[in-house]
């Protein structure tokens, strides 16, 4: 298994809608177990293809011992959004209230090609939708509203921001090396994940995902908001 380079906004991939899987095989089985892999080693609770590299309809999960992926993910939702803490690894060092439904239903199938069914609510049910964005070319910052997205688009104009991914950058690729260890405090996390908070969410109490804070944002290239 390997670590996957984590791309961060910025980069095309982030932005194009994810292809469907029509290719069960090795290669595919080896992508899901080397994106589980990377989401532990970075300290999040979820990652997408899209998020390494890879421009297919595939997520993973880990919380609290339910690990899982999807391959084509269908997903509904019922009920009003509620706010919850959100955090990106492609958008690092930053952490936003978002809304999201309460409780999620994901279909799919797994990398043999066996049925997933899953009803999920609160962290889960957030993961869920979170992952699934990535795959249409969304970032978590892309549902923000009101001041959280005035916001969110002034920090990643920032320079604090940019200093902020390359250097998460630099670790992740000498951790990818084995030159160093995660840095817990700092991960920056997938929709969840570890990482720090900045501008509005500073001082929230951490994120829906991962450890003690959280770090995202979506709007694509330099503050592009959708």
Same mark, same amino acid.
């Given at each position: $298994?390997?670590?996957?380079?984590?791309?961060?906004?910025?980069?095309?991939?982030?932005?194009? !809608?994810?292809?469907?899987?029509?290719?069960?095989?090795?290669?595919?089985?080896?992508?899901?177990?080397?994106?589980?892999?990377? $989401?532990?080693?970075?300290?999040?609770?979820?990652?997408? @293809?899209?998020?390494?590299?890879?421009?297919?309809?595939?997520?993973?999960?880990?919380?609290?011992? +339910?690990?899982?992926?999807?391959?084509?993910?269908?997903?509904?939702?019922?009920? /009003?959004?509620?706010?919850?803490?959100?955090?990106?690894?492609?958008?690092?060092?930053?952490?936003?209230?978002?809304?999201?439904? /309460?409780?999620?239903?994901?279909?799919?199938?797994?990398?043999?090609?066996?049925?997933?069914?899953?009803?999920?609510?609160?962290?889960?049910?957030?993961?869920?939708?979170? /992952?699934?964005?990535?795959?249409?070319? $969304?970032?978590?910052? +892309?549902?923000?509203?009101? +001041?959280?997205?005035?916001?969110?688009?002034?920090?990643?104009?920032?320079?604090?921001?940019?200093?902020?991914?390359?250097?998460?950058?630099? /670790?992740?690729?000498?951790?990818?090396?084995?030159?160093?260890? !995660? +840095?817990?405090?700092?991960?920056?996390?997938?929709?969840?994940?570890?990482?720090?908070?900045?501008?509005?969410? @500073?001082?929230?109490?951490?994120? @829906?995902?991962? @450890?003690?804070?959280?770090?995202?944002?979506?709007?694509?290239?330099?503050?592009?908001?959708?």
């Amino acid at each position: $298994m390997s670590i996957l380079r984590i791309r961060t906004i910025g980069d095309p991939v982030l932005r194009t !809608p994810a292809q469907e899987v029509t290719q069960f095989d090795d290669a595919l089985a080896a992508l899901v177990r080397d994106m589980l892999e990377t $989401m532990y080693a970075v300290g999040g609770v979820g990652l997408a @293809a899209p998020q390494v590299g890879v421009g297919l309809r595939v997520f993973t999960w880990g919380i609290d011992g +339910d690990e899982g992926h999807v391959i084509n993910p269908q997903l509904s939702t019922g009920e /009003e959004p509620q706010e919850g803490g959100e955090g990106c690894l492609s958008v690092p060092g930053l952490s936003y209230e978002t809304p999201r439904a /309460e409780h999620a239903v994901l279909t799919g199938v797994d990398c043999h090609g066996e049925p997933v069914h899953r009803e999920a609510t609160g962290l889960l049910a957030r993961c869920f939708q979170h /992952e699934n964005d990535h795959l249409g070319g $969304m970032l978590y910052v +892309d549902r923000l509203v009101g +001041d959280e997205r005035k916001d969110a688009l002034r920090q990643l104009r920032t320079q604090s921001f940019t200093d902020t991914t390359a250097r998460v950058t630099r /670790e992740r690729e000498a951790q990818r090396a084995g030159h160093a260890a !995660p +840095d817990t405090h700092d991960a920056a996390g997938s929709a969840f994940g570890a990482a720090r908070t900045s501008g509005a969410a @500073a001082g929230k109490a951490g994120s @829906a995902f991962g @450890a003690a804070h959280t770090a995202g944002s979506p709007f694509g290239a330099a503050g592009d908001a959708r």
